[in-house]
């Protein structure tokens, strides 16, 4: 049977804008655009995974607001992905690309716009719904 892999991600929130970053050609999903985030380890939960690998891969710190529901995608017969999306907001904010080639800010009204991974595209899209229906809590971030 397939293992599924656990994969933690971060929706960064700030001024309206999401962070996305751009897979390098020498990663896995070549190009394709995802959130940023990594492979939760052994003891180590989910939240704690992504604080880790935000700072391994972007050198800043995140606070995490809250969890969103995950979800299960299967790339191949041997890949099969849980992404596990964190709305969060920044702590610090100077920004250094550690694995990815690119990074930008995308409003969130176009981020269905961007050639994303195929685990993330539902999650983009149930992100996008919940922002419409709760965009006045998330005005201070
Ligand atoms: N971090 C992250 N990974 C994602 C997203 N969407 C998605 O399918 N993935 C997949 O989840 C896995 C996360 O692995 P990773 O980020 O720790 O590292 P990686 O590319 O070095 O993994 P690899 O060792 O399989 O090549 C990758 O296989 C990646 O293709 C996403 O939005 N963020």
Redesign the pocket.
């Known amino acids: 049977m397939t293992k599924l892999?656990r994969?933690?991600?971060a929706i960064i929130l700030d001024s309206g804008k999401v962070l996305c970053?751009q897979?390098s050609e020498n990663?896995?999903?070549p190009l394709?655009?995802?959130?940023?985030?990594?492979?939760i380890e052994e003891n180590e939960s989910a939240a704690e995974c992504l604080k880790r690998?935000i700072f391994e891969?972007l050198n800043i710190e995140i606070q995490i607001i809250r969890s969103f529901e995950s979800n299960i995608?299967q790339?191949s017969p041997l890949?099969k992905?849980e992404?596990i999306?964190f709305l969060c907001s920044f702590i610090n904010s100077g920004i250094t690309l550690k694995?990815h080639k690119d990074f930008c800010w995308k409003e969130i009204v176009k981020l269905a716009e961007m050639d994303?991974?195929?685990?993330?595209i539902p999650?983009i899209r149930d992100f996008v719904q919940w922002y419409s229906l709760n965009r006045t809590q998330t005005h201070s971030i």
Do not use: N
């Open positions: 892999i994969v933690s991600c970053a897979r990663m896995d999903l394709k655009w995802e959130l940023p985030g990594g492979k690998e891969e995608h790339y890949k992905i992404l999306p694995e994303w991974a195929e685990a993330d999650i």
